[in-house]
């Protein structure tokens, strides 16, 4: 769980963390139904996990519901040294599929934030007509479940990093 | 005065007014005052509809004559009643509660009298309103209809009157006319309405708020704020968070040292008891003396006005006049915002704020107390003003006691009543009241009414002649009450320098020459409780004349607790972390000894058991071992895991054994390749997360679980077989005789059966009790890897053991010897042997085979019937059912199916072919 603040809302991120080997694939997939924003993230030091992202995509597409966000993620910014999947392949990627692009690094917190806020963004956005349903809604009743958001966060099967941000 | 009374007079049967208030609708230039009534009705289809009726009145309604309907507003769901603040920029005179009432249709702007009366009403409109909840029938306020064209008024409809022209359907309010232009801009300014240049005026356009705000912020903050908030309730406040909100909220309290530090503002409080009087004269000689400027003025006043018309009804022109008086009085080196005026009969009390600061004043609340005649009345009594400056709560009080100097109990009881009577809403109306005591500063000030006791006139004036006042001080009644702790506990009074500020004859400083000649005593006082206070100044002002009192001022530096907004953001961000922390430790978490199984070599019925443990954390857990989604069970039908479910305290833990296990339901796929021992178990922690757990592993192939065709082709031992070979012959159908695709040369029968067979018939012909003997686990695995490996030599086991392994090698057959398919066939015919060698004779060879074969043993083993027991009924009874299996779901047979089947076995015992 992690609250933050988008636009003025405080907005209650659930993060789900779904095991990336391949043979637990089936089941995860399951879980991606639950998701309304989805991080995926290859490891820029494996060009192996970049090419799965392909494979994650298509799960996505047709496990997760409809209007889910998504956001490409190319994580271990930090180990430039061992880079093998260089920052414009990313970005061309995360074009291709029409998706936002961060390199962030849970090591040094960078852009973990950002990103958590730009998905978080998109999926207010995404869900503008039922807040401004809440928002305008005379009850005191404004539940927090109401408010929470849950997101899916499929890692790259070669990410074994956690977030070390929180 | 209860107005709903005269309101409940012209309603009809069914209709309640809840609450009445009395407003003042703001439309444009114009200011006109309605009665504002709550009405709710009960339709017969059940539930309850609300709305708004709007009358004119006389002066107070008591009677439903004394009010006329102008306009009735359904509260719909569309409907909205808010508060709003005004533009900062804008000051409105005496406007205690602006609302801005809304529908599709209107939108109006009323103000409402200060206090709880009105707090109430809002509440209750409020909880009028229908919600969104989908599940509720939209109100249809069908009863409204009977006042649509009846309005009591014959004029022609205004533009703002419930006669609205047809076409705007029954739920249509009126026309918005002029008005509708308010929709979509709202004041949102948070903080205080600061005008200086605008005294005393009314400036109707202030009313038209800014056109920068949509109108859902508005309804926010509106929603989550009372009158004004400053940026961090603000930020508070915004979303409701229910218990979460409150816990940040504490803990923003504790830190508070964290992210404000002390300034010091310096604050003017003043008391005047005018006696009735009108102001005569500029009041600057009391409220402006010296420098710098206050940055708060708190100013009091006692018996503003003294008529009847004040005490009962409540209204006084003096009330403004004070007001000017006062305004024009400030200290001309600065701009000041009034932030509250509050009255109570000849009880005012004014508070004031540089207007650079109103922006850091919020949460103001006004209460009064009477403590008069019946004490209740407000002839006597007290009013205060509570507010947040800064980060720190302020609570003013400007009291009236109890007069005459034999009645200072009853001042220290009236005293007491304002203190446990004194009640201020919160922002969050779960909260209890605060009552005065709750505030970081307490100033108090007031006509207390307390005498010089013991000394009569003439030593009073002549101590004070000689300004004696310490002597003089030393017989007041107030300094000897709060000596003995009768009153004002905790609270601190500044040295007494000046003169006692009663009575004089007014218009002079002479003391009172009247019949009575009173003796002068120190009526006017000011009273403070809280940290980082220093008294400046205490002080008489003589220069005024307009009363027998003299005005008292006091001058305090205050140390307030000013928010640093970057620490408080920081404090905040720290706090909510903290709390998703705390969540986050909250959410059950265990660690598992190992989560991946790898069974190696598993063999037909003989049990592999791993273990593992889960390691509880912190949090109590409930664990359990869920279904993969579409599937029925949480793992494959040859796993167990035990125990499959529990609960875990913190810290302890819990051995979970998988067991494996393959049966005769399970072999045969494990034999041909459809079924792998492979599987994942999903572990789930009640709100928790999911652990996947992987389970792995090879099966030996068997004899037993494969099919008799099956194993008539195989040759070699079943093991000795490439699994490629297992799988194709375990898939190959049954009857390829037919097809006349023959492999190579086949077995007559399973040579594991003839192994079997032929053990007990070399062995066990003469064995008391075969069959009927339980046989050794482990013989039993012993006899299947010979069977299996073809080393029927190494064979060493006891006969009932080999019996066992027959029997479950029978029952282990997917397809039983006599097919599913012949199974009704052969009921039919049990009895006629004839006919029942025509059905076996139908079986597909090898079963034929197996059959013959098997009967020819137990034919055998009957001819030893002295020796071994065995009958044919016996024999029947175990190979009737084992043989003989209904096709419905292998279920147990049903006795007269059973007994059929038995008769079948038992025809072709006692005949030899």
């Given at each position: 769980?992690?609250?933050?603040?988008?636009?003025?809302?405080?907005?209650?991120?659930?993060?789900?963390?779904?095991?990336?080997?391949?043979?637990?694939?089936?089941?995860?997939?399951?879980?991606?139904?639950?998701?309304?924003?989805?991080?995926?993230?290859?490891?820029?030091?494996?060009?192996?996990?970049?090419?799965h992202?392909?494979?994650?995509?298509?799960?996505?597409?047709?496990?997760?519901?409809?209007?889910?966000?998504?956001?490409?993620?190319?994580?271990?910014?930090?180990?430039?040294?061992?880079?093998?999947?260089?920052?414009?392949?990313?970005?061309?990627?995360?074009?291709?599929?029409?998706?936002?692009?961060?390199?962030?690094?849970?090591?040094?917190?960078?852009?973990?934030?950002?990103?958590?806020?730009?998905?978080?963004?998109?999926?207010?956005?995404?869900?503008?007509?039922?807040?401004?349903?809440?928002r305008?809604?005379?009850?005191?009743?404004?539940?927090?479940?109401e408010?929470?958001?849950?997101?899916?966060?499929?890692?790259?099967?070669?990410?074994?990093?956690?977030?070390?941000?929180? | 005065?209860?107005?709903?009374?005269?309101?409940?007079?012209?309603?009809?049967?069914?209709?309640?007014?809840?609450?009445?208030?009395?407003?003042?609708?703001?439309?444009?230039?114009?200011?006109?005052?309605?009665?504002?009534?709550?009405?709710?009705?009960?339709?017969?289809?059940?539930?309850?509809?609300?709305?708004?009726?709007?009358?004119?009145?006389?002066?107070?309604?008591?009677?439903?004559?004394?009010?006329?309907?102008?306009?009735?507003?359904?509260?719909?769901?569309?409907?909205?009643?808010?508060?709003?603040?005004?533009?900062?920029?804008?000051?409105?005179?005496?406007?205690?509660?602006?609302?801005?009432?809304?529908?599709?249709?209107?939108?109006?702007?009323?103000?409402?009298?200060?206090g709880?009366?009105?707090?109430?009403?809002?509440?209750?409109?409020?909880?009028?309103?229908?919600?969104?909840?989908?599940?509720?029938?939209?109100?249809?306020?069908?009863?409204?209809?009977?006042?649509?064209?009846?309005?009591?008024?014959?004029?022609?409809?205004?533009?703002?009157?419930?006669?609205?022209?047809?076409?705007?359907?029954?739920?249509?309010?009126?026309?918005?006319?002029?008005?509708?232009?308010?929709?979509?801009?709202?004041?949102?300014?948070?903080?205080?309405?600061?005008?200086?240049?605008?005294?005393?005026?009314?400036?109707?356009?202030?009313?038209?708020?800014?056109?920068?705000?949509?109108?859902?912020?508005?309804?926010?903050?509106?929603?989550?704020?009372?009158?004004?908030v400053?940026?961090?309730?603000?930020?508070?406040?915004?979303?409701?968070?229910?218990?979460?909100?409150?816990?940040?909220?504490?803990?923003?309290?504790?830190?508070?040292?964290?992210?404000?530090?002390?300034?010091?503002?310096r604050?003017?409080?003043?008391?005047?008891?005018?006696n009735?009087?009108?102001?005569?004269?500029?009041?600057?000689?009391?409220?402006?003396h010296g420098?710098?400027?206050?940055?708060?003025?708190?100013?009091?006043?006692?018996?503003?006005?003294?008529?009847?018309?004040?005490?009962?009804?409540?209204?006084?022109?003096?009330?403004?006049?004070?007001?000017?008086?006062?305004?024009?009085?400030?200290?001309?080196?600065?701009?000041?915002?009034?932030?509250?005026?509050?009255?109570?009969?000849?009880?005012?009390?004014?508070?004031?704020?540089?207007?650079?600061?109103?922006?850091?004043?919020?949460?103001?609340?006004?209460?009064?107390?009477?403590?008069?005649?019946?004490?209740?009345?407000?002839?006597?009594?007290?009013?205060?003003?509570?507010?947040?400056?800064?980060?720190?709560?302020?609570?003013?009080?400007?009291?009236?006691?109890a007069?005459?100097?034999?009645?200072?109990?009853?001042?220290?009881?009236?005293?007491?009543?304002?203190?446990?009577?004194?009640?201020?809403?919160?922002?969050?109306?779960?909260?209890?009241?605060?009552?005065?005591?709750?505030h970081?500063?307490?100033?108090?000030?007031?006509?207390?009414?307390?005498?010089?006791?013991?000394?009569?006139?003439?030593?009073?004036?002549?101590?004070?002649?000689?300004?004696?006042?310490?002597?003089?001080y030393?017989?007041?009644?107030?300094?000897?009450?709060?000596?003995?702790?009768?009153?004002?506990?905790?609270?601190?009074?500044?040295?007494?320098t000046?003169?006692?500020?009663?009575?004089?004859?007014?218009?002079?400083?002479?003391?009172?020459?009247?019949?009575?000649?009173?003796a002068?005593?120190?009526?006017?006082?000011?009273?403070?409780?809280?940290?980082?206070?220093?008294?400046?100044?205490?002080?008489?002002?003589?220069?005024?004349?307009?009363?027998?009192?003299k005005?008292?001022?006091?001058?305090?530096?205050?140390?307030?607790?000013?928010?640093?907004?970057?620490?408080?953001?920081?404090?905040?961000?720290?706090?909510?972390?903290s709390?998703?922390?705390?969540?986050?430790?909250?959410?059950?978490?265990?660690?598992?000894?190992?989560?991946?199984?790898?069974?190696?070599?598993?063999?037909?019925?003989?049990?592999q058991?791993?273990?593992?443990?889960?390691?509880?954390?912190?949090?109590?857990?409930?664990?359990?071992?869920?279904?993969?989604?579409?599937?029925?069970?949480?793992?494959?039908?040859?796993?167990?895991?035990?125990?499959?479910?529990?609960?875990?305290?913190?810290?302890?833990?819990?051995?979970?054994?998988?067991?494996?296990?393959?049966?005769?339901?399970?072999?045969?796929?494990?034999?041909?390749?459809?079924?792998k021992?492979?599987?994942?178990?999903?572990?789930?922690?009640?709100?928790?997360?999911?652990?996947?757990?992987?389970?792995?592993?090879?099966y030996?192939?068997?004899?037993?679980?494969?099919?008799?065709?099956?194993?008539?082709?195989?040759?070699?031992?079943?093991?000795d077989?490439?699994?490629?070979?297992?799988?194709?012959?375990?898939?190959?159908?049954?009857?390829?005789?037919?097809?006349?695709?023959?492999?190579?040369?086949?077995?007559?029968?399973?040579?594991?059966?003839?192994?079997?067979?032929?053990?007990?018939?070399?062995?066990?012909?003469?064995?008391?009790?075969?069959?009927?003997?339980?046989?050794l686990?482990?013989?039993?695995?012993?006899?299947?890897?010979?069977?299996?490996?073809?080393?029927?030599?190494?064979?060493?086991?006891?006969n009932?053991?080999?019996?066992?392994?027959?029997?479950?090698?029978?029952?282990?057959?997917?397809?039983?010897?006599?097919?599913?398919s012949?199974?009704?066939?052969?009921?039919?015919?049990?009895?006629?042997?004839?006919?029942?060698?025509?059905?076996?004779?139908?079986?597909?060879?090898?079963?034929?085979?197996?059959?013959?074969?098997?009967?020819?043993?137990?034919?055998?083993?009957?001819?030893?019937?002295?020796?071994?027991?065995?009958?044919?009924?016996?024999?029947?009874?175990?190979?009737?059912?084992?043989?003989?299996?209904?096709?419905?779901?292998?279920?147990?047979?049903?006795?007269?199916?059973?007994?059929?089947?038995?008769?079948?076995?038992?025809?072709?015992?006692?005949?030899?072919?």
């Amino acid at each position: 769980m992690k609250t933050i603040e988008v636009d003025g809302i405080k907005v209650r991120i659930q993060i789900w963390d779904t095991a990336g080997q391949e043979r637990y694939q089936t089941i995860t997939k399951q879980y991606y139904r639950r998701a309304q924003g989805i991080f995926l993230v290859y490891d820029i030091s494996s060009e192996r996990s970049y090419q799965h992202i392909m494979k994650w995509v298509s799960d996505v597409d047709e496990y997760a519901p409809e209007g889910v966000q998504k956001i490409l993620i190319g994580n271990k910014a930090d180990e430039e040294q061992k880079r093998q999947v260089g920052r414009e392949q990313g970005q061309q990627l995360a074009k291709e599929y029409g998706m936002d692009f961060y390199e962030t690094s849970a090591c040094t917190n960078l852009n973990i934030k950002e990103s958590f806020t730009r998905l978080t963004e998109l999926v207010l956005q995404a869900h503008r007509k039922e807040l401004d349903g809440l928002r305008t809604r005379a009850s005191n009743e404004l539940a927090l479940a109401e408010l929470e958001e849950e997101e899916g966060k499929p890692e790259g099967p070669a990410n074994s990093s956690k977030t070390c941000w929180c | 005065m209860d107005q709903s009374m005269a309101i409940q007079e012209t309603l009809a049967e069914g209709e309640y007014c809840i609450i009445a208030v009395q407003g003042v609708l703001c439309e444009g230039d114009s200011r006109q005052s309605r009665l504002l009534g709550l009405v709710r009705h009960r339709p017969k289809r059940g539930g309850q509809e609300h709305a708004l009726f709007l009358y004119t009145h006389r002066r107070m309604a008591i009677t439903g004559d004394d009010v006329s309907l102008d306009q009735i507003v359904p509260v719909s769901r569309d409907f909205t009643l808010e508060e709003v603040s005004l533009d900062g920029e804008l000051y409105v005179l005496g406007s205690d509660v602006t609302v801005q009432l809304d529908t599709a249709e209107l939108s109006l702007v009323f103000q409402l009298p200060f206090g709880s009366h009105t707090r109430t009403f809002l509440q209750e409109v409020a909880r009028a309103c229908p919600g969104f909840d989908p599940a509720t029938p939209d109100p249809e306020f069908l009863w409204l209809s009977r006042y649509r064209c009846t309005g009591p008024e014959p004029e022609p409809p205004t533009p703002l009157c419930w006669n609205a022209p047809p076409g705007t359907g029954p739920r249509c309010a009126g026309i918005g006319g002029g008005v509708s232009d308010f929709d979509d801009s709202r004041s949102d300014k948070r903080g205080l309405p600061v005008d200086p240049s605008s005294w005393g005026q009314d400036t109707p356009d202030n009313l038209l708020p800014r056109q920068n705000k949509s109108k859902c912020e508005i309804t926010d903050m509106v929603r989550s704020s009372t009158i004004m908030v400053s940026d961090k309730a603000h930020i508070l406040s915004m979303q409701k968070f229910g218990l979460r909100d409150t816990i940040v909220k504490s803990r923003l309290v504790q830190k508070e040292e964290d992210y404000t530090y002390i300034q010091n503002f310096r604050f003017f409080v003043g008391t005047y008891n005018v006696n009735g009087q009108s102001p005569k004269e500029g009041l600057r000689p009391w409220l402006s003396h010296g420098t710098p400027a206050p940055d708060v003025y708190c100013v009091g006043f006692q018996e503003l006005d003294l008529s009847k018309e004040a005490f009962f009804f409540h209204d006084t022109p003096k009330e403004e006049e004070w007001f000017k008086a006062v305004s024009e009085g400030l200290h001309p080196d600065a701009k000041y915002a009034k932030v509250k005026l509050i009255r109570l009969v000849g009880i005012m009390l004014l508070l004031y704020v540089k207007q650079e600061h109103a922006a850091h004043v919020s949460e103001v609340e006004a209460e009064t107390v009477g403590t008069g005649i019946m004490g209740r009345m407000g002839n006597k009594g007290g009013v205060a003003i509570r507010f947040q400056f800064h980060n720190t709560s302020i609570c003013v009080v400007n009291s009236h006691l109890a007069a005459h100097t034999e009645e200072y109990e009853r001042r220290n009881q009236d005293y007491k009543d304002i203190c446990s009577r004194m009640q201020f809403c919160q922002i969050d109306p779960g909260l209890p009241p605060l009552t005065i005591s709750k505030h970081d500063v307490i100033l108090w000030l007031g006509d207390l009414n307390y005498r010089i006791e013991e000394l009569d006139v003439e030593t009073v004036k002549n101590l004070i002649e000689e300004k004696d006042f310490q002597t003089l001080y030393g017989y007041d009644q107030l300094k000897t009450q709060m000596a003995a702790k009768s009153v004002f506990e905790g609270f601190i009074e500044g040295e007494l320098t000046f003169q006692p500020t009663y009575k004089y004859d007014t218009g002079s400083d002479d003391w009172d020459t009247s019949e009575k000649c009173r003796a002068p005593a120190w009526c006017d006082r000011v009273l403070w409780k809280g940290k980082n206070i220093t008294q400046l100044s205490y002080q008489s002002h003589m220069a005024l004349k307009t009363s027998d009192h003299k005005p008292v001022s006091s001058v305090f530096d205050i140390g307030v607790k000013v928010v640093n907004e970057e620490r408080y953001r920081k404090t905040l961000e720290e706090i909510v972390r903290s709390l998703d922390k705390m969540e986050n430790a909250n959410i059950p978490s265990v660690s598992l000894s190992k989560r991946e199984f790898c069974f190696q070599n598993v063999k037909y019925m003989q049990l592999q058991v791993q273990s593992f443990t889960i390691r509880n954390g912190q949090v109590p857990c409930q664990f359990e071992f869920i279904n993969k989604p579409d599937e029925k069970s949480y793992c494959k039908q040859w796993l167990n895991a035990n125990p499959s479910r529990g609960f875990l305290l913190p810290d302890s833990a819990i051995e979970i054994e998988l067991e494996l296990f393959v049966n005769k339901t399970t072999a045969t796929k494990l034999n041909s390749g459809e079924d792998k021992i492979e599987d994942i178990l999903v572990l789930h922690l009640d709100r928790g997360k999911d652990y996947f757990l992987s389970v792995s592993g090879n099966y030996l192939p068997s004899c037993f679980g494969s099919p008799i065709h099956t194993l008539c082709y195989m040759r070699e031992p079943i093991l000795d077989l490439p699994l490629e070979t297992i799988r194709e012959l375990t898939l190959m159908p049954l009857q390829t005789e037919d097809d006349g695709v023959q492999l190579e040369n086949p077995l007559g029968i399973p040579k594991e059966l003839w192994m079997m067979v032929d053990y007990l018939y070399q062995n066990a012909i003469q064995q008391e009790d075969l069959f009927q003997q339980p046989g050794l686990r482990s013989e039993f695995e012993h006899i299947r890897d010979c069977l299996d490996t073809g080393m029927i030599e190494t064979l060493s086991a006891s006969n009932h053991s080999v019996a066992e392994a027959l029997l479950l090698f029978l029952e282990s057959l997917p397809e039983p010897v006599i097919c599913y398919s012949t199974y009704h066939n052969c009921l039919e015919c049990s009895g006629n042997y004839i006919a029942s060698k025509q059905v076996i004779s139908t079986l597909p060879t090898f079963h034929q085979n197996v059959f013959n074969y098997l009967m020819a043993f137990l034919r055998e083993l009957l001819k030893k019937s002295a020796k071994n027991h065995l009958d044919e009924n016996i024999l029947a009874s175990i190979f009737g059912s084992l043989l003989l299996r209904n096709p419905a779901g292998h279920q147990k047979l049903d006795m007269a199916e059973k007994k059929k089947a038995q008769e079948f076995i038992h025809l072709f015992l006692c005949n030899s072919p």
